[in-house]
């Protein structure tokens, strides 16, 4: 995740990319800040890291997973089975560790700092 003091000040900058991004993630920060502790944890920032750096990547474990299209407790829900319990072949990729420095890098390239 990213610290929310350095998030702030990434996004006190002066350029176009930083005052739209404060302004349509700040609902999202400020419920983080309140119910997560000091790091907002931005998922899809994360997923485009990943995508444009892939060499960023520290740990990555491959899994089967589904997609819970009938069920009825939940719909949509992803599913991984992280212990190989149903026998399926693993079919996706999933990112446990990803260099942070690199991330935050990234982070602040986009946002024009």
Same mark, same amino acid.
């Given at each position: 995740?990213?610290?929310? @003091?350095?998030? !702030? &000040?990434?996004?006190? +900058?002066?350029?176009?990319?930083?005052?739209?991004?404060? %302004?349509?993630?700040?609902?999202?920060?400020?419920?983080? !800040?309140?119910?997560?502790? !000091?790091?907002?944890? *931005? @998922?899809?920032?994360?997923?485009?890291?990943? +995508? %444009?750096?892939?060499?960023?990547?520290?740990?990555?474990?491959?899994?089967?997973?589904?997609?819970?299209? @009938?069920?009825?407790?939940?719909?949509? @829900?992803?599913?991984?089975?992280?212990?190989?319990?149903?026998? &399926?072949?693993?079919?996706?990729?999933? %990112?446990?560790?990803?260099?942070?420095?690199?991330?935050?890098? &990234?982070?602040? *390239?986009? %946002?024009?700092?």
């Amino acid at each position: 995740g990213l610290l929310h @003091a350095d998030v !702030e &000040q990434w996004l006190a +900058a002066d350029s176009d990319k930083a005052r739209f991004y404060e %302004l349509i993630s700040r609902q999202t920060r400020l419920w983080s !800040e309140d119910s997560r502790g !000091e790091r907002w944890y *931005a @998922a899809d920032a994360l997923a485009m890291a990943w +995508a %444009l750096q892939p060499e960023g990547a520290l740990r990555v474990e491959s899994r089967p997973l589904n997609v819970e299209l @009938a069920g009825v407790h939940s719909r949509g @829900a992803t599913i991984v089975d992280w212990n190989r319990q149903t026998g &399926q072949p693993d079919n996706t990729q999933l %990112l446990m560790a990803y260099d942070q420095g690199r991330f935050e890098a &990234q982070v602040r *390239a986009a %946002l024009g700092v």
